[in-house]
C-alpha cells in the first residue's frame, strides 16, 4: 500500500492550500483514511479522519476550517485548507489503516495507533 503526498508549499496567514495524497496497492473497500501533521520539536497530530462510510473527524484546532475528503475513483484522499494560521506550519502526511475502522478520538485527540501506511509528507509553510 502505497501513498504519496502533493500540493505543499508556503502561504501567508489566511491563505488557502489543498493536500492530496494518491493512494495505492489496496483494492478493499472498507478503509479508514486520515492526515497527521508534525511540526519542529513537537509530537505528530492527527488533524482529520475519514472512512469508507464519509464519516469524517476533525482536530478542534482545525474543525470549520480543513475539510478531508476522498475521490473513490481517483483513490485520491484530499485535505482542503482555509484560513491557515502560523502554528498550522510542518509536515503533513496522510495514512492509511487499511481496512479497519477508524478509532474514535480520547479527549479529542486522533491517535496515530494502528496506522499501517504512511507518505513520505508534505511540508506546509504558513507566515504570519
Known amino acids: 500500500f502505497h501513498l504519496l503526498e502533493s500540493g505543499g508549499g508556503s502561504v501567508q496567514a489566511g491563505g488557502s492550500l489543498r493536500l492530496s495524497c494518491a493512494a495505492s496497492?489496496?483494492?478493499?473497500?472498507?478503509?479508514?483514511m486520515a492526515w497527521f501533521r508534525q511540526a519542529p520539536g513537537k509530537e505528530r497530530e492527527g488533524v482529520a479522519t475519514?472512512?469508507?462510510?464519509?464519516?469524517?473527524v476533525y482536530a478542534h484546532s482545525v474543525k470549520g476550517r480543513f475539510t478531508i475528503s476522498v475521490d473513490n475513483a481517483q483513490n485520491t484522499l484530499y485535505l482542503e485548507m482555509n484560513n491557515l494560521k502560523p502554528e498550522d506550519t510542518g509536515m503533513y502526511y496522510c495514512?492509511?489503516?487499511?481496512?479497519?475502522?477508524?478509532?474514535?478520538?480520547?479527549?479529542?485527540?486522533?491517535?496515530?495507533?494502528?496506522?499501517?501506511?504512511w507518505g513520505q509528507g508534505i511540508q506546509v509553510t504558513v507566515s504570519p
Open positions: 495514512a492509511s489503516r487499511g481496512g479497519d475502522e477508524c478509532m474514535t478520538p480520547i479527549g479529542g485527540v486522533i491517535s496515530p495507533f494502528g496506522y499501517n501506511a
Open positions: 496497492g489496496y483494492t478493499g473497500s472498507r478503509y479508514c
Open positions: 475519514i472512512d469508507s462510510d464519509g464519516i469524517t
